[in-house]
């Protein structure tokens, strides 16, 4: 068979651990066979990050800034452990963070849904995908202790001049302060990826803060999303038929429960921190939660939400047969490979990315799969564990 063709390249981060060899099985079974990749490499395993002095990330991300759709293996976030383990002369930053700073982009998380794996919530018959606003609130905020008597003022400068605030007066008992803030134009760029996000997929898109409390503050995050709706979006979500629905977080938690799913749920910072793990966990397995990054101007980095799987590293590098899911890994080949298909007009590309996927669930449907999903399935099929690499040649065998 001929392999398919590629005009542009896809931008390649390999990363760490267990997902850095499941990468390569991935290529080597599932797309080396069937694509003739065109990719543009970039080795983001800690030791090389060590050796470009982390250079090797900007430079990845200002390639995915070019071209357009970049795929990302799971990287380490080094903490002081991994500065020992690796002899590191930087604790470096989170390779994630970095891109995501680089491309100004939201991350949409959404979980791949198949038979047998049911989530905690029985009406939950379609993906919730989460968008989580990645800048600012609580994640960069100060604080401070009051002590008794004391009192807490909030303090502007601007070009209106001075203003101060009384936040409290302490008199009866010490207590605690913060300041925190966000801006007009992070908040836009939220905003338009998760307009764009929607349009893309055809899906419905929800937000919601808690403006009646919130008068100033979380009241911004609505105006901005109504007046960013209203001036480049409304009449392309009539044609697409789907709607921006704008409502009180707590109400919106309410829906959701109560929900079919199927929608994007836009969350601010804290919001989409708490809500994002309710929603994977109540989906069934971290190890079947896609990722993707998508920035305001229309770049996309696809990756798995799971980590490097460094406990079952360290099982894997004493010989021990390891049977680690590979799903959203091979999920991030085929959004991305997909996504290159669809702006190149290369309509095999996209069909493959439709064939893989399907070959992925079926194969899982039918009973063969690793052993995390083992251990909730609840289908009809009978049962067999694989390790990854076989479990990855089952699916090569159906993609077939
Ligand atoms: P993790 O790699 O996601 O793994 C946590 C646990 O979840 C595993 O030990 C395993 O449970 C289960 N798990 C996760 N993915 C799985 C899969 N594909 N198949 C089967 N089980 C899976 O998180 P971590 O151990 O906290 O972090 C490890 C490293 O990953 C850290 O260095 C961290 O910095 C990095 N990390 C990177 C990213 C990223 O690049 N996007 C995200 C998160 C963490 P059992 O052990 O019970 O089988
Ligand atoms: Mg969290």
């Given amino acids: 068979m001929e392999k398919i063709k590629m005009t542009t390249p896809i931008v390649e981060l390999d990363g760490d651990e267990m997902t850095r060899h499941i990468w390569q099985w991935i290529k080597d079974i599932l797309i080396l066979p069937n694509v003739d990749l065109k990719s543009e490499y970039y080795d983001l395993g800690l030791a090389n990050r ?46 994630n963070g970095t891109v995501r700073a680089i491309l100004d982009g939201t991350v949409f998380r959404a979980p791949i849904m198949v038979k047998g794996i049911t989530p905690y919530i029985p009406t939950w018959t379609k993906p919730i995908t989460i968008a989580r606003h990645a800048y600012g609130d609580i994640y960069k905020d100060v604080e401070g202790y009051v002590k008794k008597d004391g009192k807490a003022k909030l303090v502007i400068e601007d070009a209106d001049g001075r203003r101060e605030i009384e936040i409290f007066d302490f008199a009866k008992s010490g207590g605690v302060v913060m300041g925190m803030h966000n801006t007009d134009k992070s908040i836009t760029s939220f905003a338009k990826s998760c307009f764009n996000y929607a349009l893309d997929t055809r899906q419905s898109l929800w937000f919601a ?33 789907i709607e921006y629905f ?71 590098l004493k010989g021990e047969d390891t049977s680690t899911n590979p799903v959203a890994t091979i999920y991030a080949w085929s959004g991305g490979l997909r996504k290159r298909g669809q702006l190149d007009g290369i309509n095999a590309l996209v069909e493959f990315a439709d064939k893989l996927e399907k070959a992925t669930v079926d194969t899982i449907e039918g ?24 479990f990855l040649k089952k699916i090569a065998e159906k993609l077939a």
């Fill in 209 to 241: 803060t808690k403006d009646t409390i919130s008068k100033t503050y979380d009241h911004r995050f609505k105006d901005i999303f109504a007046s960013v709706f209203e001036s480049e979006y409304k009449s392309k979500f009539q044609e697409a038929n």
């Fill in 367 to 390: 009973g063969f799969m690793t052993g995390d999903l083992a251990a909730i399935y609840k289908g009809e099929a009978s049962v067999v564990k694989l390790n990854t690499v076989d």
């Fill in 50 to 95: 060590e050796k470009t002095c982390d250079k090797v990330t900007v430079d990845s991300a200002n390639a995915i800034k070019k071209y357009g759709v970049g795929v990302k293996c799971a990287t380490i976030t080094p903490n002081a452990q991994r500065v020992k383990e690796y002899n590191l002369t930087q604790m470096w930053k989170s390779p």
């Fill in 246 to 316: 704008y409502t009180l977080i707590d109400d919106a938690v309410a829906r959701v429960v109560r929900s079919e799913g199927g929608m994007i749920w836009a969350c601010k910072n804290y919001d989409g921190d708490v809500m994002s793990d309710m929603v994977a966990t109540a989906f069934g397995s971290l190890a079947m939660m896609t990722s993707v990054l998508v920035s305001p101007d229309g770049n996309y980095e696809y990756e798995a939400a799971h980590g490097t799987v460094t406990r079952h590293y360290y099982k894997f």
